[in-house]
Each structure stands twice: as C-alpha cells, then as structure tokens.
C-alpha cells in the first residue's frame, strides 16, 4: 500500500479524517479544483451545497481514474466553500455521505482542509474539491 493514514493519540479526537497521510511513490497525482460541471461544463445541483460536494467528489474521482489513482490512493483532500458558516456543516457532510459508498472513500478520510472563501469560479460554485494522490 502507497498511502498510510493515522491519526496520533495526542491529536485532536473523533473527527471524520485522518491528521496524517503517509505515501511512498513514484507518481504524484495532483487533481486541479473541481466543481459540480457536467462533461459539457453545465452547472449541476444550482443553490445545493449536498449536491454540489457530491458533485464535484464524483468529478475528483475520475479525475483520479483517469490518472490510474482512487480515493484509496489521495493523501489529502481540500475543500473550498463559499460564505463558509459552521451551520453549513450538516450539508457539507450530507455531500461527502451521498457518494462515500459510490466512489470508495475511505472512512475516515484523509487529511481534510475545508476552507471558507468568498468567492469560486463562477458565482453559482459552491464548493471546489482538490486532491493529491501518490502510487507506485
């Protein structure tokens, strides 16, 4: 197995990722921003942050197909919502609950960034998901 995912005793417990990811590898897989686009760039799930974290997982996950990587392969993930508030969180998990059995992920998860901006690609992009993965 490339990826190793801990989380040490004296960090901060329960929560739903991994503090630390461990991989050796040759190849780094780094998954650029995604959003909740169909394949012709139409916008999925308008106003709906659960859809649109499911979404933009899904398109992350053949992001990760396409370079020969899964879900089981990513060393952190990040997220970028906008106008981040803590009452957003039940659907922000909602999100990652709709499609964790669909596209495999691990549970916990990986070292997990979530990070509040005021603004995406587009002013209808709730959510943007990255990854970065390591194989042999």
Not at 28 to 36: E, M, N, R, S
Not at 52 to 78: E, I, K, M, P, Y
Request: hydrophobic residues 45%; negative net charge.
């Amino acid at each position: 197995m490339t990826v190793q995912l801990l989380t040490p005793d004296a960090m901060f417990q329960p929560v739903p990722y991994h503090h630390v990811a461990v991989a050796t590898g040759s190849r780094h897989i780094h998954v650029a921003g995604q959003i909740a686009r169909d394949g012709q760039g139409n916008p999925l799930a308008p106003g709906d942050l659960t859809g649109q974290l499911a979404a933009a997982l899904r398109n992350t996950a053949r992001g990760l197909a396409g370079a020969g990587a899964t879900f089981d392969d990513v060393v952190r993930l990040r997220f970028f919502v906008t106008d981040w508030q803590p009452e957003k969180y039940t659907e922000f998990v909602a999100g990652i609950e709709q499609v964790a059995e669909e596209l495999g992920l691990p549970d916990p998860l990986p070292p997990v960034s979530a990070i509040g901006v005021s603004y995406l690609f587009e002013p209808d992009v709730l959510v943007e998901v990255e990854a970065y993965a390591v194989v042999d």
